[in-house]
């Protein structure tokens, strides 16, 4: 049975009056199948019973209905037009009354009334289905209501089990920066994240289901006591993190950032073990070779070139600069005789003393004065050699200390132009910057570029990092290092500072300057004048926001760095707590 009707005569309370044709074609009788035109009759319809006539003529209760509609019948309706209630139909005209009479004799009164039972019927059927509609539709919006509820329970639990599982990302993540050992943070990453990915593969499993199983509410209960501990850990590394001191040291190259490191390991970290020392001897030995290497092959391109004091000696000279490209060398002793009895003559002394004309490593002098010891089979470095020794420093490298049970990391970065690119993965939340002068640098060039004078790429370093828009915050711990060597330099009155520096033919002395106990007043106006330097690059562009603190320092002098250290250490604390927001 068809379920198409039309709910406007619904709407207006007209139950009967909304079948529209609603049955089927088996469901009609043969005569309702074909709807009357207006104004004639079918063609089975002979002997004067018109039976379209008499339905759509008859009015109230009366004969005559058995011959045709007159024109002048006020009965009559023009084809096309329909009175209210009328749907073009036949059962709809019997039902608003039309053809009360029996004019058109006994079998069609008989015909019209079973009609009327057939309508009446198709009408109950019809309300039937659509109660029946209504019932199903209101059963469908009670299952979309149910399925809608899980999805929404779904996604809200995926969401959750997510977020978790990001935070266990950001917690692995942190473990590298805060874990004493890697495998260990490595161990207890990878145990959290299985332990949240079966959590998560179980919960998806049984997500959707009307119950949980006793596994899974075991599994839930567990991943629950396992999500405290990590939010435990975390608060506890947090508070670590937060108490502890980040130093980021920051300077030109070899402006010995990594000397004070070493230092901060021989006065907080127990030194350098016998494994370590042992690694140090090839480093040592390739200083030596690297320096008499250095020195002897630039007694011929100087100008003007220095000749050797004993021409005798020239086949030593050959020998080591036929092994100065080979990086797998063994030092044998005859290298060793050769690189003492040349730094013997007075021709490599004096090219030594030109140093600044070249690029030198500053340990050079040390180890060559050293020969003796270094060359020994049984050499153990002290820890003045290894603070003396040189290696390039290439990375970012981290020392953990502890003072008065305050915890200080330091990270160390490589000084040279191609190095300090990878700064900025260190600028993050440092409680300050020690950038560290090579004070004695004064008449040197950069490795970089012959035309560069050392100090003033550093001022202009120093400039760049003071004007940084993201370290405004950052206060500066200023090291003006190798005060030992300054004061060689100025003492020996070969390179004065003002052939570099014009504006040091004018400078006076603060009054402020306190110099040394038994200091030289021209090594005290060298190195005042250097502070000020970097004190008028702070002062001119500063905001009050952060501050610079100038210390004088020999990186290889043990008891200066401590004492510089303990003085720096108020300074740090005040920076920190300013960090935080607790002063």
Same mark, same amino acid.
């Given at each position: 049975m068809g379920l198409c009707y039309s709910l406007r005569p619904r709407l207006f309370g007209d139950l009967s009056g909304s079948i529209s044709n609603a049955t089927s074609d088996s469901d009609q009788p043969p005569d309702a199948a074909v709807p009357t035109r207006a104004g004639g009759a079918r063609q089975e319809d002979t002997g004067g019973c018109g039976e379209t006539s008499s339905l759509r003529g008859g009015g109230g209760g009366g004969g005559g209905g058995g011959g045709p509609v007159r024109p002048g019948d006020p009965a009559r309706v023009p084809a096309g037009e329909h009175r209210r209630g009328d749907t073009g139909t036949d059962g709809v005209l019997i039902q608003n009354g039309g053809g009360g009479g029996g004019g058109s004799g006994k079998g069609t009164g008989k015909e019209r009334g079973?009609?009327?039972?057939?309508? &009446?019927k198709t009408s109950t059927q019809k309300q039937k289905n659509w109660d029946k509609l209504l019932v199903e539709e209101k059963e469908a919006e009670k299952e979309a209501k149910k399925v809608s509820k899980s999805i929404d329970k779904t996604l809200k639990e995926l969401k959750r089990e997510y977020k978790q599982t990001h935070r266990l990302l950001l917690l692995d993540s942190f473990l590298c920066r805060i874990s004493t050992t890697r495998p260990s943070r490595v161990a207890f990453s990878l145990f959290i994240l299985r332990v949240r990915k079966e959590g998560l593969g179980r919960r998806k499993m049984g997500c959707l289901g009307n119950s949980k199983t006793?596994?899974?509410?075991? %599994?839930?209960?567990?991943?629950?006591?396992?999500?405290?501990?990590?939010?435990? &850990?975390?608060q506890k590394e947090r508070q670590a993190y937060k108490a502890t001191h980040r130093?980021?040291?920051?300077?030109?190259g070899e402006s010995g950032k990594s000397t004070i490191v070493k230092q901060m390991r021989i006065l907080h970290v127990?030194?350098?073990n016998a494994e370590e020392k042992k690694q140090k001897i090839q480093d040592i030995r390739k200083n030596v070779k690297d320096a008499i290497v250095t020195i002897v092959s630039a007694m011929s391109t100087l100008i003007p070139p220095v000749p050797l004091a004993n021409p005798e000696d020239q086949f030593r000279i050959e020998y080591i600069k036929s092994i100065a490209p080979l990086s797998d060398f063994d030092y044998s002793q005859e290298f060793f005789d050769h690189a003492k009895k040349l730094w013997d003559d007075e021709g490599v002394k004096a090219c030594f003393e030109r140093s600044n004309e070249y690029q030198l490593i500053d340990c050079a002098q040390y180890f060559l004065d050293r020969i003796d010891s270094v060359r020994q089979s049984d050499y153990t470095p002290t820890d003045q050699d290894l603070l003396r020794c040189r290696v390039l420093t290439s990375g970012i490298f981290e020392t953990r200390f502890q003072v008065d049970k305050v915890n200080f990391h330091m990270f160390d970065v490589g000084g040279q132009r191609d190095e300090r690119r990878k700064w900025i993965q260190c600028f993050n939340d440092v409680t300050a910057i020690i950038f560290v002068v090579a004070s004695s640098s004064y008449n040197m060039v950069?490795?970089? !570029?012959n035309n560069t004078n050392r100090l003033r790429e550093a001022l202009d370093l120093f400039r760049s990092i003071w004007n940084n828009r993201w370290l405004r915050t950052i206060s500066v711990i200023l090291f003006l290092n190798k005060q030992d060597m300054?004061?060689?330099?100025?003492?020996?009155?070969?390179?004065?500072?003002? !052939?570099?520096?014009?504006?040091y033919a004018r400078y006076t002395i603060p009054n402020e300057a306190t110099p040394e106990p038994?200091?030289?007043? +021209?090594?005290?106006?060298?190195?005042?004048?250097? +502070? !000020?330097?970097?004190?008028?690059?702070?002062?001119?562009s500063g905001d009050g926001r952060h501050y610079c603190y100038p210390h004088f320092t020999c990186a290889v002098d043990t008891e200066n760095i401590r004492?510089?250290?303990? %003085?720096?250490?108020?300074?740090?604390?005040?920076?920190?707590?300013?960090?935080?927001?607790?002063?």
């Amino acid at each position: 049975m068809g379920l198409c009707y039309s709910l406007r005569p619904r709407l207006f309370g007209d139950l009967s009056g909304s079948i529209s044709n609603a049955t089927s074609d088996s469901d009609q009788p043969p005569d309702a199948a074909v709807p009357t035109r207006a104004g004639g009759a079918r063609q089975e319809d002979t002997g004067g019973c018109g039976e379209t006539s008499s339905l759509r003529g008859g009015g109230g209760g009366g004969g005559g209905g058995g011959g045709p509609v007159r024109p002048g019948d006020p009965a009559r309706v023009p084809a096309g037009e329909h009175r209210r209630g009328d749907t073009g139909t036949d059962g709809v005209l019997i039902q608003n009354g039309g053809g009360g009479g029996g004019g058109s004799g006994k079998g069609t009164g008989k015909e019209r009334g079973r009609r009327l039972q057939l309508l &009446q019927k198709t009408s109950t059927q019809k309300q039937k289905n659509w109660d029946k509609l209504l019932v199903e539709e209101k059963e469908a919006e009670k299952e979309a209501k149910k399925v809608s509820k899980s999805i929404d329970k779904t996604l809200k639990e995926l969401k959750r089990e997510y977020k978790q599982t990001h935070r266990l990302l950001l917690l692995d993540s942190f473990l590298c920066r805060i874990s004493t050992t890697r495998p260990s943070r490595v161990a207890f990453s990878l145990f959290i994240l299985r332990v949240r990915k079966e959590g998560l593969g179980r919960r998806k499993m049984g997500c959707l289901g009307n119950s949980k199983t006793e596994d899974q509410r075991i %599994d839930e209960k567990a991943q629950r006591e396992a999500n405290k501990k990590i939010e435990k &850990q975390l608060q506890k590394e947090r508070q670590a993190y937060k108490a502890t001191h980040r130093l980021l040291l920051l300077g030109a190259g070899e402006s010995g950032k990594s000397t004070i490191v070493k230092q901060m390991r021989i006065l907080h970290v127990n030194g350098f073990n016998a494994e370590e020392k042992k690694q140090k001897i090839q480093d040592i030995r390739k200083n030596v070779k690297d320096a008499i290497v250095t020195i002897v092959s630039a007694m011929s391109t100087l100008i003007p070139p220095v000749p050797l004091a004993n021409p005798e000696d020239q086949f030593r000279i050959e020998y080591i600069k036929s092994i100065a490209p080979l990086s797998d060398f063994d030092y044998s002793q005859e290298f060793f005789d050769h690189a003492k009895k040349l730094w013997d003559d007075e021709g490599v002394k004096a090219c030594f003393e030109r140093s600044n004309e070249y690029q030198l490593i500053d340990c050079a002098q040390y180890f060559l004065d050293r020969i003796d010891s270094v060359r020994q089979s049984d050499y153990t470095p002290t820890d003045q050699d290894l603070l003396r020794c040189r290696v390039l420093t290439s990375g970012i490298f981290e020392t953990r200390f502890q003072v008065d049970k305050v915890n200080f990391h330091m990270f160390d970065v490589g000084g040279q132009r191609d190095e300090r690119r990878k700064w900025i993965q260190c600028f993050n939340d440092v409680t300050a910057i020690i950038f560290v002068v090579a004070s004695s640098s004064y008449n040197m060039v950069i490795r970089e !570029d012959n035309n560069t004078n050392r100090l003033r790429e550093a001022l202009d370093l120093f400039r760049s990092i003071w004007n940084n828009r993201w370290l405004r915050t950052i206060s500066v711990i200023l090291f003006l290092n190798k005060q030992d060597m300054l004061a060689e330099k100025v003492l020996a009155g070969k390179s004065k500072i003002e !052939d570099y520096f014009p504006e040091y033919a004018r400078y006076t002395i603060p009054n402020e300057a306190t110099p040394e106990p038994g200091e030289d007043p +021209r090594v005290t106006r060298a190195k005042f004048f250097i +502070r !000020d330097e970097f004190l008028r690059i702070s002062t001119a562009s500063g905001d009050g926001r952060h501050y610079c603190y100038p210390h004088f320092t020999c990186a290889v002098d043990t008891e200066n760095i401590r004492r510089v250290f303990n %003085d720096c250490r108020d300074i740090i604390q005040r920076m920190h707590l300013r960090q935080y927001e607790l002063l």
